[in-house]
T-cell receptor, first 111, second 113 residues
Framework: GENVEQHPSTLSVQEGDSAVIKCTYS??????FPWYKQELGKGPQLIID?????GEKKDQRIAVTLNKTAKHFSLHITETQPEDSAVYFCAASIGDNDMRFGAGTRLTVKP | DTAVSQTPKYLVTQMGNDKSIKCEQN?????MYWYKQDSKKFLKIMFS???????INETVPNRFSPKSPDKAHLNLHINSLELGDSAVYFCASSQGSYTGELFFGEGSRLTVL
């Protein structure tokens, strides 16, 4: 099955700086790569996703890049704000019946 | 107007007891899931149901039994609770399976003493 590795496990940045979280996946058949944000005491919530036919996608301050050859994808958050502090999960799925999550990155944005 | 709601939010119980967690979604989705999140925040799929039929059943002890009375509900019953069952359990739903957004509930924190 698919295996997803996520780094770093914790990340601390100053408000206004950028944050980058990286994931690698093992199965070249993976074709859908979502990112979820989990705030304290809440369930994960989708913030951005990318499919394998696209190399980059942006939504305001967040962007995701995908390198299918190297089998890795990254989340970029620019101009970080304290409310960006949360645990972020990447995931990779192959078709309908298999999606694996990374282990999560705890992002802290210091005011 | 919660999309995916699960109850109870907190559950504290003794080893050996049997407990249930209920989940309902009002999004009209046809696929529902149960995930377990351990103390290190790792999210692991337990079960997936599509239109009341079991699709995914990971290597979960048979003390865990999901039940889907209709496609809007997926309940989780756990028999003979063990200390290692302590975790946060998340219900989720999606339209179709793993090709689009998962909508998660707020979680049910189970503590086994």
């Amino acid at each position: 099955g698919e295996n997803v590795e996520q780094h770093p496990s914790t990340l601390s940045v100053q408000e206004g700086d950028s944050a980058v979280i990286k994931c690698t996946y093992s199965d070249s058949a993976s074709n859908y790569f979502p990112w979820y944000k989990q705030e304290l005491g809440k369930g994960p919530q989708l913030i951005i996703d990318i499919r394998s036919n696209v190399g980059e996608k942006k939504d305001q301050r967040i962007a995701v890049t995908l390198n299918k050859t190297a089998k890795h994808f990254s989340l970029h958050i620019t101009e970080t704000q304290p409310e960006d502090s949360a645990v972020y999960f990447c995931a990779a799925s192959i078709g309908d019946n298999d999606m694996r999550f990374g282990a999560g990155t705890r992002l802290t944005v210091k005011p | 107007d919660t999309a995916v709601s699960q109850t109870p939010k907190y559950l504290v119980t003794q080893m050996g007891n049997d407990k249930s967690i209920k989940c309902e979604q009002n999004l009209g989705h046809d696929t529902m899931y149960w995930y377990k999140q351990d103390s290190k925040k790792f999210l692991k799929i337990m079960f997936s149901y599509n239109n009341k039929e079991l699709i995914i059943n990971e290597t979960v002890p048979n003390r865990f039994s999901p039940k889907s009375p209709d496609k809007a509900h997926l309940n989780l019953h756990i028999n003979s609770l063990e200390l290692g069952d302590s975790a946060v359990y998340f219900c989720a739903s999606s339209q179709g399976s793993y090709t689009g957004e998962l909508f998660f509930g707020e979680g049910s924190r189970l503590t086994v003493l």
